[in-house]
């Protein structure tokens, strides 16, 4: 579950479920992929083909 409070004071609640201890990616890839989905700062700096095969797994 996914809490996220706005600049304005909209709560968003996301449920998912991914298992992510069956993946080959660890806490540092997870924070960094949670990072990228959530937050969505300096995109530019981030392994873009980490974040793709971590899109693909969580879409599994």
């Known amino acids: 579950m996914t809490l996220i409070l706005n600049d304005i004071g909209k709560l968003n609640v996301h449920f998912d ?3 992510w ?4 990616f660890g806490p540092t890839d ?3 992929y949670f990072e990228y989905k959530y937050i969505s700062q300096y995109k530019e ?3 873009l ?3 793709e095969r ?3 797994f ?3």
Do not use: A, G, P, W
């Open 45 to 47: 700096q981030l392994d």
């Open 17 to 19: 479920y991914t298992n």
């Open 21 to 24: 201890h069956e993946s080959e």
């Open 58 to 60: 969580e879409e599994k």
């Open 54 to 56: 971590m899109k693909e």
């Open 30 to 32: 997870r924070i960094k």
């Open 49 to 51: 083909d980490l974040i």
